[in-house]
C-alpha cells in the first residue's frame, strides 16, 4: 500500500526541482525515510514563507543518490547538501505565478512543517489532496511544471537515474542486472548477465555531459572480452559526435554498438513499467 508524505521547501528550491526533471533530495540524516520510498508514494508539496502551504502533489518514481549540487545552497557552498534523491512525477500543481492564490493552508500542519520531509497520515493527505482538486480553475493547469508561464522544455534525465532505470529494466527481464562492474580499465555503469557466474550479455554506459571516448572504450573492452551486446546511452546531440568516433578510433565495433538517446530510454522505462504494471493487475506475472 502506497504511502503519503509531507515534502517541506522554500519557493526556491521547488523551482529548481521542477526545472530539473522532478527531482527532491534528502539529507543522510533522513535515510530512514528515504529508504522506506516506494514507486507510487504519494507527495504534498509544501512550500515554506512566503507561500506558507500545500501547493500541489505527485508521486515518487524512482531513488538514487547523486554527488553533485544541484539547489542553489549546495551550488552556493559547492558540496552535496541533500545526496539521497528520488524523481517524481507531478499530478497537480499549478504555474509558480499561482501558487500564493491556490494554496492550501491546513492549521493541522504548521506544527509539522518544521521538522521537513516526514510521512502523513492517510486521512489527512486525501483531505489535503481533495481540498487541491476542489480550487475552481485549477483543472487548467494541472501537470504543468510551476516554473515560467511558457511551458518549458523537461530536462534531460540524469546519469544516476537512468542508471536506476536501466538496473529496474534488466531485473524486470529477469536479468542479473548490476551497476559500476569492474573492468581492468575501469568500471561499466550497468550489466545484465543470465546467471551468476556468467559474463555480462547486456552492456551499457551511460553518458550525459561526459566523456564519450572513455565511455566508446569501455564498451569496446567489454565487446572484445565477453563477446556482449553493447549499448551507449547518451543525448541525441552526442550523435555525430560517436559516429564520428565509430568511423575511425573505434571502427571495429561500429556495427556492434547501439546508441540509445537519453529520452528514449526514459520513454521504453516508462513502457516497460506500465507493461509489468498491467501484467500485476490481471494477475499474471
Not at 529548481?16 to 504519494?42: C, P, V, Y
Request: proline fraction near 6%.
Amino acid at each position: 500500500m502506497p504511502n503519503y508524505w509531507l515534502v517541506v521547501g522554500t519557493p526556491k528550491n521547488w523551482q529548481t526541482a521542477f526545472e530539473s526533471g522532478n527531482i527532491w533530495g534528502l539529507k543522510e540524516t533522513q535515510k530512514r525515510f528515504w529508504e522506506r520510498l516506494s514507486e507510487n508514494d504519494t507527495l504534498l508539496f509544501y512550500a515554506t514563507q512566503p507561500i506558507s502551504g500545500i501547493i500541489g502533489y505527485g508521486v515518487v518514481r524512482a531513488r538514487f543518490k547523486q554527488d553533485k549540487p544541484l539547489w542553489p545552497k549546495e551550488i552556493q557552498e559547492n558540496k552535496v547538501i541533500w545526496p539521497l534523491r528520488f524523481e517524481f512525477d507531478v499530478e497537480r500543481c499549478p504555474p509558480q505565478d499561482k501558487w500564493q492564490t491556490s494554496r492550501i493552508v491546513s492549521e493541522a500542519l504548521r506544527p509539522r512543517v518544521r521538522g521537513g520531509f516526514q510521512p502523513i497520515e492517510t486521512e489527512t493527505a486525501q483531505q489535503l489532496m481533495s481540498s487541491i482538486q476542489s480550487i475552481s480553475g485549477l483543472e487548467a493547469v494541472e501537470k504543468v511544471l510551476p516554473v515560467t508561464k511558457e511551458e518549458a522544455p523537461k530536462a534531460l534525465p540524469s546519469h544516476d537515474i537512468l542508471k536506476q532505470k536501466l538496473l529496474e529494466m534488466g531485473k524486470l527481464q529477469k536479468y542479473l542486472a548490476e551497476q559500476e562492474y569492474p573492468l581492468d580499465i575501469g568500471k561499466l555503469d550497468v550489466v545484465w548477465r543470465r546467471v551468476e557466474r556468467s559474463v555480462p550479455t547486456y552492456v551499457f554506459e551511460i553518458q550525459v555531459g561526459g566523456d564519450v571516448y572513455h565511455a566508446l572504450a569501455k564498451l569496446k573492452h567489454a565487446f572484445d572480452l565477453w563477446n556482449s551486446r553493447i549499448f551507449l546511452i547518451a543525448p541525441q546531440e552526442d550523435r555525430d559526435k560517436v559516429n564520428q568516433l565509430l568511423s575511425g578510433t573505434f571502427h571495429e565495433i561500429r556495427s556492434q554498438l547501439k546508441f540509445i538517446d537519453c529520452k528514449r530510454a526514459d520513454q521504453l522505462y516508462a513502457l516497460k513499467k506500465n507493461y509489468r504494471n498491467l501484467e500485476r493487475e490481471l494477475g499474471i506475472d
